[in-house]
């Protein structure tokens, strides 16, 4: 490789398993080689995930940012910069934001941040502190790109981000990984979970208070106390581990769920594991465009999906799944029950799910729209 090839350093809090480190990966993995260099800058550190990353050329950096204050790290970073001497400056989110001042003194010339979604702190994105912060950094970014519709309007509405820095763009899944198939590898499963008479419901996320199993295993459990016909039909699977794992369990425990319930913990199979599950849960509070939410599409899944951020621009309801309100058990237990009860729209809405994923949110169609975007800032 050209060592002219541009060279972009992809700025993230942390390189961990989730929805934006995923598609950070997939654009590394899958953007032409002889057209762009990557680096990527750990404000924090990596965990295995790292692995994903298959292109042997880039280089990942951990800055071992200290909780709280830490202004040292601001001066590693510049330092890095100057020295890796990257042409793109690409950060994500507002943990990574502040990367943006270090890059601009370190004389980087094209500086982009993307916006993927928020935290429970700040679902709603009005919390005055983090209002003022953009608003400071506003300046120093020359383009942005937000995930979805939802975070473009309030870009310009909140954070007063004019027009034309701003492009927004879908985040996309790999088809040919989360391919169809007519036998599920059901042997991935529990025992008590391989018959094909069972209805197998699941969710894929970290288990965090912003993407709210709480109310997803609340629903479940509704769901088999209400209904307790269907208690012996359904089963439920919990991919992900997190901070909410133990009063899940206890939850499930105390309702002896634990022969229904499968905590199947962080996976490297999860587009296999997507092909044993008949219905997709997305119970989050708040979610930017929700990977998660596209595989189970791609996968020919129903989603049951929270009416927040950019979920209703993925899920059309009674089409591709079911829109809800956010936690709100009683209701997403209603939702699971209307599939029980209509068994056909599994198939139905799963297949309009796929054909929305392979026309709108292919990989190849958001690796076309970011190449556009950086052609465009690197012109100018």
């Given at each position: 490789m050209k060592a002219d090839t541009p060279l972009i350093a992809h700025v993230l809090f942390r390189l961990g398993t989730g929805g934006l480190e995923n598609g950070v990966v997939n654009l590394i993995n899958h953007l032409p080689a002889d057209k762009y260099r990557h680096a990527v800058i750990c404000m924090t550190d990596y965990t295995s995930f790292r692995e994903r990353i298959t292109r042997d050329?880039?280089?990942?950096?951990?800055?071992?940012?200290?909780?709280?204050?830490?202004?040292?790290?601001?001066?590693?970073?510049?330092?890095?910069?100057?020295?890796?001497?990257?042409?793109?400056?690409?950060?994500?989110?507002?943990?990574?934001?502040?990367?943006?001042?270090?890059?601009?003194?370190?004389?980087?010339?094209?500086?982009?941040?993307?916006?993927?979604?928020?935290?429970?702190?700040?679902?709603?994105?009005?919390?005055?502190?983090?209002?003022?912060?953009?608003?400071?950094?506003?300046?120093?970014?020359?383009?942005?790109?937000?995930?979805?519709?939802?975070?473009?309007?309030?870009?310009?509405?909140?954070?007063?981000?004019?027009?034309?820095?701003?492009?927004?763009?879908?985040?996309?899944?790999?088809?040919?990984?989360?391919?169809?198939?007519?036998?599920?590898?059901?042997?991935?499963?529990?025992?008590?979970?391989?018959?094909?008479?069972?209805?197998?419901?699941?969710?894929?996320?970290?288990?965090?208070?912003?993407?709210?199993?709480?109310?997803?295993?609340?629903?479940?459990?509704?769901?088999?106390?209400?209904?307790?016909?269907?208690?012996?039909?359904?089963?439920?699977?919990?991919?992900?581990?997190?901070?909410?794992?133990?009063?899940?369990?206890t939850m499930v425990d105390a309702k002896d769920l634990n022969d229904s319930v499968w905590f199947a913990g962080e996976r490297s199979d999860v587009a296999e594991i997507m092909r044993t599950l008949d219905i997709f849960v997305l119970p989050s509070i708040n979610e930017g465009i929700s990977n998660t939410i596209l595989e189970a599409m791609a996968t020919a899944l129903p989603v049951i999906a929270t009416d927040v951020g950019g979920n209703p621009e993925l899920v059309i309801n009674n089409e591709t799944g079911l829109l809800i309100a956010k936690q709100n058990p009683v209701a997403m237990s209603q939702a699971i029950k209307y599939y029980l009860d209509h068994p056909e729209l599994l198939t139905a809405h799963g297949n309009a799910a796929r054909r929305r994923c392979e026309s709108v949110f292919s990989l190849n169609r958001m690796l076309a729209d970011y190449a556009q975007v950086y052609d465009q800032i690197m012109s100018h």
């Open positions: 050329d880039v280089d990942v950096y951990c800055l071992h940012k200290k909780p709280g204050k830490d202004l040292a790290v601001y001066l590693r970073l510049w330092r890095l910069l100057r020295k890796i001497k990257p042409d793109i400056l690409h950060t994500r989110n507002l943990s990574a934001l502040e990367a943006q001042l270090p890059g601009f003194l370190a004389g980087i010339k094209h500086r982009i941040h993307g916006e993927h979604g928020r935290d429970l702190d700040d679902v709603d994105g009005t919390n005055p502190r983090y209002v003022l912060l953009r608003k400071l950094f506003r300046p120093l970014v020359q383009r942005y790109i937000p995930m979805s519709k939802d975070l473009e309007s309030w870009l310009r509405q909140q954070i007063q981000v004019p027009s034309y820095k701003i492009s927004q763009l879908y985040n996309g899944v790999d088809l040919n990984r989360f391919k169809l198939s007519a036998e599920p590898p059901l042997e991935l499963l529990p025992l008590e979970f391989r018959s094909p008479e069972l209805t197998i419901i699941g969710t894929v996320g970290r288990q965090d208070p912003v993407k709210d199993q709480i109310t997803l295993v609340e629903a479940f459990i509704h769901l088999v106390s209400t209904y307790p016909e269907v208690k012996d039909k359904v089963r439920l699977v919990l991919v992900g581990t997190g901070v909410l794992q133990e009063k899940l369990r």
